[in-house]
């Protein structure tokens, strides 16, 4: 286990480069041998990177690798369709956005990840329930459930980026909020560090988290959202193009807010403070 802070984000490094290179080379040989369209030969390069990533998850025995995947994943992807198609003013607005998102995203991992011994705590609350069956959850639970809902909410902005989809007026409405929501995000990040900082216990109520117990989550779907629905207007009304925000949806609601809220109920005063405080 790689204890030292500074060598551990090297490595992080180093993974990833390695993860994209291997997702444009996967691309670039699926779409030539195979003529697949170029969505399915996206979703083959994301798998694939996926797939190099939790190789070095099992290596280095941490699922928490895994973890910058998510807002790593939809900036490289539009980067890479603006370099080889090109873009208008509205898409490279649209790849700010996702840009702005990713780097907040990450920044707030790099804020939590002190070194190797860091692991997410619903990682290893799933390591100690499957036993035996933990490799298979943490490839199909942990890494590639997750690559498919975030290349479902990152398609329509490549759609709209290899496609030249033309602005409309109501796009604008969608692109603010599409940086808002990181805005918000950040902000509810440092309250709850500030929190956690004091070293009080309980539940944060500062700011946002007053007013929501999961207002990260909250920005998370308002976010995909505003993608799919800013792409959605440009593109016609292609309703699969919302397929990734309602799934990014579903998973918060299903998956990531219940998990939280049964962490937090072990605190005393946790139904009172259910009763007091939204989910969202």
Wanted: charged share 15%; aromatic share 16%.
């Amino acid at each position: 286990m790689i204890k030292n802070r500074t060598l551990s984000f090297a490595v992080i490094a180093v993974v990833y480069a390695l993860a994209i290179a291997g997702g444009i080379f996967c691309y670039d040989f699926v779409r030539a041998r195979y003529d697949l369209s170029w969505q399915l030969s996206l979703l083959a390069a994301d798998v694939f990177a996926t797939v190099i990533v939790f190789l070095f998850s099992v290596i280095f025995g941490n699922a928490s690798v895994y973890d910058p995947y998510w807002s790593v994943q939809p900036p490289v992807i539009l980067l890479a369709a603006l370099a080889r198609r090109g873009g208008s003013p509205f898409a490279w607005v649209l790849f700010a956005a996702v840009l702005f998102w990713g780097i907040r995203l990450t920044a707030n991992w790099c804020y939590n990840f002190k070194s190797f011994e860091y692991q997410d705590w619903r990682y290893v609350m799933l390591k100690e329930r499957t036993g035996v069956f933990y490799p298979l959850i943490n490839f199909l639970g942990i890494h590639l459930f997750p690559t498919l809902v975030v290349y479902l909410c990152v398609l329509p902005a490549a759609t709209v980026i290899l496609e030249g989809a033309a602005f409309k007026s109501i796009c604008a409405v969608f692109l603010s909020l599409a940086f808002v929501a990181p805005i918000f995000q950040g902000i509810a990040d440092i309250q709850m560090h500030r929190f956690r900082k004091r070293g009080t216990g309980g539940f944060c109520r500062d700011g946002l988290w007053k007013r929501s117990r999961h207002p990260n989550y909250a920005c998370e779907i308002l976010m995909w959202w505003s993608v799919g629905l800013a792409s959605f207007f440009a593109l016609d009304m292609r309703l699969p193009l919302l397929a990734g925000a309602a799934a990014n949806t579903a998973l918060f609601l299903f998956v990531s807010v219940p998990l939280a809220d049964k962490r937090q109920s072990r605190k005393p005063g946790f139904d009172e403070y259910k009763k007091q405080t939204r989910m969202l």
